[in-house]
């Protein structure tokens, strides 16, 4: 397959998957500025979804304040913003449109008709209408982008890249959820009532409550949401089921240079797949889950080098 | 001026190739129609059918109306077009290889030197380079017109990189789409193996030896007018969608940048002209195009499709000659008409131009797309006296034809079905000796009232084309 349709393929999926998990991210914050609480713990909680993404600069050239309605519009609808979800919806349209040859008819009109919706709606109306049925929206569009991938492309090369796109954008912004979520929660040390519904808003935003349910049949405690979301090996946005998958994916595309990326790759899953929780959170959980990220991050740099950028005569 | 209508006969009554289709509309209901016909235009929108209008707002994407009446031809009339269409093409093909080899044409004193000489179109480099098959145009695209019963003539023939076919395939999946129950009633003459035939064609002028050629398409980009149908026809071939910069050239072989490395392309359908193609060899300042691919070329290791250099034999001012290359290389008569063209290069011909400038058309010799032209009997004094400034100026830039009574068609438009004008374009594929093509062509239709200007760009639509078996 030549490099730049490669490349094309796995950013369509990277950007499709990085709008839903924003979407997820928004909706989860925005389900906890809803339960009673201080004004500032919420507007820090919005704060932290702008410092996550690197955006303040950006940010405060727009809004003199943090609060809800702003980073929604920010985040949502602001063109500018290459992070927001138009942005990531319009960029995923881009790629596919590069590649439009490569993918299935199903699969290009999804995403074609998924940014020709997205780009009519206004966030004023969006908002008005309930953020909330937007982020469903955006899921939703992302599902089923996924599903006419499964179900109508040929299992080649070019799923490989779209699954390996998918799946280290995924472990990033688990990672990213977890992350911000934990400690915002976290230092609280407040157990009581609320804490409840803001773990079990974070579980469902990684689509997570009902499998917590499941697989402890417990109470919610932070340490076992942090367990699930890394660790468990059977949830589709857990960090070790996306590693597995990265690993699978990696090998069935490997060509004569790729060997160093596949042993980085090798190494961050067998963290994962030997790691246990009690260890991470001795040594911090924000520590340990940077370090992921920017593993996470060593390692599309190195598929890019290895796949995707032309290597010219040499090669 | 009385012109032909496709569907009517003269006196009113619905030809009888039309009988059934007409039947048909009649006993739909316009609520019906009306419907279909939105979920067309979404359909096409949603699939992303689209072109890019030049000199409109970048990135900007048009649909290009469809419409639903088709334009049927009877088999025994698409015959005899596909007779004349073989014949000359194959001349086209033939003088080609003449005026890069021996240059009999001109020896013969048929055509000008300085015509053929002097053509910015005509490429030196190509001189003595030997070609698979002598094939130098697989992939023509003739503009054909009809103006009275059986009266056919070739406007344009396009031999560079002619596009459109794309729409052909797409208005016929719509059409199916749409209204079976058409399909089932009347003998519609299949295009769907067009990409096949295509692919077919390709590998068969591959390199000498090469015994399973690697064969892709080569665009421009995303923001090209034709890009939608690039990808259209590489995805339905099974082939590559390449840019230059996917291509480098070493030791004069052409690869590919791949996921596995550098992969060797035998056969290239390029859908860029010959300037971009090679910045060592013609414009430097071309980033679409591939450093060293010329010499490639040149050495017999990849094959270009339509080869370099074709534009001399469908620039304007060669075609008023292809009546006489029919009959020098095929030794027949020519099946299909020719426009009589006034060659403003000659005081004659200018005179007769600037004194019948209200009834002529004029062309640029070197335009396409249906910029700079004139078309008298539809234009306003002050653009008529503007051309006549462009004619003294330079004269040889033009050249002009008497204004056809263009055939047209009952057609949708806003205030209800009206008649209006369209062309065709035949898709002819040549191998070898052997030319091909399917039945009918992309039909153009000025939706303008009175227009006769059928392009994409300048407002035109499109309509399926039916080549219908008794």
């Given amino acids: 397959m030549l490099s730049r349709t490669a490349d094309h393929l796995f950013w369509m999926s990277r950007y499709i998957e990085r709008a839903e998990n924003l979407a997820r991210l928004l909706d989860v914050t925005y389900q906890m500025s809803l339960v009673p609480q201080s004004l500032d713990a919420i507007n820090q909680s919005w704060a932290a979804i702008i410092a996550l993404n690197s955006l303040e600069e950006a940010y405060a050239k727009k809004y003199s304040v943090v609060n809800g309605e702003n980073v929604l519009r920010f985040m949502v609808s602001d063109p500018d913003n290459f992070a927001s979800i138009h942005s990531c919806l319009r960029l995923a349209r881009e790629n596919a449109h590069a590649v439009r040859g490569t993918l299935t008819t199903e699969m290009w009109e999804t995403l074609n008709s998924t940014w020709l919706e997205a780009r009519e709606k206004t966030f004023d109306q969006l908002f008005n209408a309930g953020i909330g049925d937007y982020f469903e929206w955006v899921k939703m569009r992302s599902s089923l982008s996924r599903g006419t991938t499964l179900g109508t492309l040929l299992q080649d090369e070019a799923y490989h890249f779209i699954r390996l796109g998918t799946l280290l954008e995924r472990a990033d912004n688990t990672a990213r959820i977890l992350d911000v979520k934990y400690h915002v929660l976290r230092p609280q040390g407040d157990e009581g009532a609320t804490d409840f519904y803001e773990w079990g808003a974070l579980l469902r935003s990684v689509s997570a409550f009902e499998v917590y349910r499941k697989v402890y049949r417990d109470v919610i405690t932070p340490e076992r949401v942090a367990e699930l979301l890394i660790f468990n090996k059977d949830m589709p946005r857990s960090l070790q089921f996306c590693m597995n998958s990265v690993i699978k994916n990696l090998d069935l595309i490997s060509n004569s240079n790729s060997g160093e990326t596949q042993r980085q790759a090798g190494m961050l899953h067998a963290h994962l797949r030997y790691g246990r929780i009690e260890d991470i959170l001795e040594h911090g959980l924000h520590e340990w889950l940077s370090d992921f990220m920017d593993r996470i991050y060593m390692l599309g740099n190195g598929i890019s080098k290895d796949f995707l950028v032309p290597m010219g005569e040499a090669a | ?470």
């Fill in chain 2, 1 to 470: 001026m009385n012109f032909y209508n496709e569907m009517m006969d003269a006196h009113g009554g619905v030809r009888a190739h039309y009988q059934g289709y007409d039947t048909w509309l009649k006993a739909t209901p316009p609520e019906r129609i009306a419907r279909k016909r939105a979920e067309a235009d979404l359909a096409f929108h949603r699939v992303g059918i689209t072109f890019a209008v030049y000199g409109e707002e970048a990135g900007k994407e048009r649909l290009i109306p469809f419409d639903i009446i088709p334009r049927i031809i009877p088999a025994p009339e698409w015959e005899s077009l596909q007779s004349g269409l073989r014949q000359r093409v194959k001349a086209l093909n033939m003088f080609l290889h003449d005026v890069y080899h021996d240059q009999e044409i001109i020896k013969a004193g048929k055509i000008p030197a300085e015509q053929i000489l002097n053509n910015a179109q005509f490429r030196p480099e190509m001189m003595g380079v030997d070609l698979p098959g002598q094939v130098y145009a697989h992939i023509a695209g003739v503009d054909i017109v009809r103006a009275g019963e059986g009266e056919f003539y070739v406007l344009e023939d396009n031999l560079r990189v002619p596009s459109g076919v794309s729409y052909m395939l797409e208005d016929r999946k719509m059409m199916m789409r749409l209204f079976p129950e058409l399909f089932a009633k009347h003998k519609v003459a299949p295009v769907q193996h067009y990409p096949d035939m295509l692919l077919e064609k390709l590998r068969a002028v591959a390199p000498k030896g090469v015994s399973n050629p690697t064969v892709v398409v080569l665009t421009p980009g995303a923001y090209n007018s034709a890009y939608f149908e690039h990808t259209f026809l590489a995805q339905q071939m099974g082939v590559e969608l390449v840019e230059g910069r996917d291509l480098f050239v070493k030791d004069e072989v052409v690869y590919m940048q791949t996921t596995q490395g550098p992969r060797r392309v035998d056969v290239i359908y390029r859908r860029l002209d010959d300037d971009y193609m090679d910045p060592l060899a013609f414009r430097a300042d071309s980033s679409l195009g591939v450093p060293g691919i010329l010499k490639a070329y040149q050495a017999g290791n990849v094959t270009l499709s339509n080869a370099i250099g074709t534009g001399v034999a469908d620039d304007k001012s060669i075609y008023p000659y292809v009546p006489d290359m029919i009959r020098f290389y095929l030794g027949e008569e020519p099946t299909l008409n020719n426009v009589p063209t006034y060659m403003c290069r000659k005081p004659d011909d200018l005179k007769y131009t600037l004194d019948h400038l209200a009834e002529l058309v004029v062309k640029e010799v070197h335009g396409a797309g249906g910029y700079g032209m004139l078309v008298g009997p539809a234009s306003t004094k002050e653009q008529i006296e503007h051309f006549r400034q462009l004619l003294i100026a330079k004269p040889d830039g033009y050249i002009a034809q008497p204004t056809l009574a263009l055939s047209n068609c009952p057609t949708f438009v806003e205030e209800g079905i009206a008649p209006r004008h369209l062309d065709l374009r035949p898709f002819v594929l040549s191998s070898g000796k052997c030319v091909d093509m399917v039945p009918g062509g992309l039909t153009r239709v000025a939706l303008t009232k009175g227009s006769l200007v059928v392009n994409s760009s300048q407002g035109g639509g499109t309509k399926d084309t039916w080549v219908l078996e008794e």
